[in-house]
């Protein structure tokens, strides 16, 4: 069993910075997806980005490409979003989550696909 935990979220003006953390207790290997998703109310889950496991290879949604970086602490079991030059678009619920990809080190984009989840924090970026 994996259980996630995130927290970091706050309330910035546009321009700022903010890095969000996922404790992420439980087994993880070298077939894992690591991935941050949002969701606006009413809205449908949208992959951020992600990293693999095998290879620590990512993907980055195009709207946050250059400003948004996902890492990962081993040791201490941590998954960060550093999300720079924030924008009023980006005020969203964030949540980590995770599922097992031991056949390829594409991670699926879609919500549906991931096992795990924590219960989110909020981001909110004033104009």
């Known amino acids: 069993q994996i259980q996630l935990a995130e927290s970091g979220g706050g309330s910035v003006p546009a321009g700022g910075s903010l890095t969000l953390s996922c404790k992420v207790d439980?087994?993880?290997?070298?077939?894992?997806?690591l991935a941050w998703f949002r969701q606006d109310v009413g809205g449908e889950r949208e992959m951020v980005a992600y990293?693999?496991?095998?290879?620590?290879?990512?993907y980055y949604h195009s709207s946050v490409k250059g400003r948004f970086t996902i890492s990962r602490d081993n040791a201490e079991k941590m998954l960060y979003l550093q999300m720079n030059d924030l924008k009023p678009e980006d005020t969203n619920v964030y949540f980590c989550?995770?599922?097992?990809?031991?056949?390829?080190?594409?991670?699926?984009?879609?919500?549906?696909?991931?096992?795990?989840w924590g219960q989110g924090t909020q981001v909110t970026v004033s104009s």
């Open positions: 989550g995770v599922r097992q990809s031991y056949v390829s080190t594409y991670c699926a984009l879609r919500y549906g696909g991931y096992n795990y």
């Open positions: 439980g087994y993880i290997d070298s077939g894992f997806c």
């Open positions: 990293m693999h496991t095998r290879d620590g290879g990512t």
